[in-house]
């Protein structure tokens, strides 16, 4: 059985910093890409980065780039998301997918989320 726990979110003040991180079981997680998506309150889910399972490519999408960072080891069986400089625009829950950016907001396996506030 496929399952993601993601962690490390919380209240965060505007210019803070979080690390997500997502602990993967049930496949094998070295083979498959992975990808970070969030659901701001009433609105869809929004990808927000990917990173490959070979050569470790990254995308992310333009409201986060530069600020946010994606990483995975391997060895771990996580992922991970750093990140800095947040805004209150970033508030929502994260999750993270199995799966390339193709596929992360429509049937990818995900986990249950974790919230990120930001607020003063």
């Known amino acids: 059985e496929v399952q993601l726990v993601e962690s490390g979110g919380g209240l965060v003040q505007p210019g803070g910093s979080l690390r997500l991180s997502c602990a993967a079981s049930?496949?094998?997680?070295?083979?498959?890409?992975m990808s970070w998506v969030r659901q701001a309150p009433g609105k869809g889910l929004e990808w927000i980065s990917s990173?490959?399972?070979?050569?470790?490519?990254?995308t992310y999408a333009d409201s986060v780039k530069g600020r946010f960072t994606i990483s995975r080891d391997n060895a771990k069986n996580t992922l991970y998301l750093q990140m800095n400089s947040l805004k209150p625009d970033d508030t929502a829950v994260y999750y993270c997918?199995?799966?390339?950016?193709?596929?992360?907001?429509?049937?990818?396996?995900r986990g249950q989320g974790t919230q990120v506030t930001v607020s003063s």
């Open positions: 997918a199995r799966g390339p950016r193709t596929i992360a907001t429509r049937n990818a396996a």
């Open positions: 049930g496949f094998i997680f070295s083979a498959h890409s």
């Open positions: 990173i490959t399972q070979g050569d470790l490519a990254t």
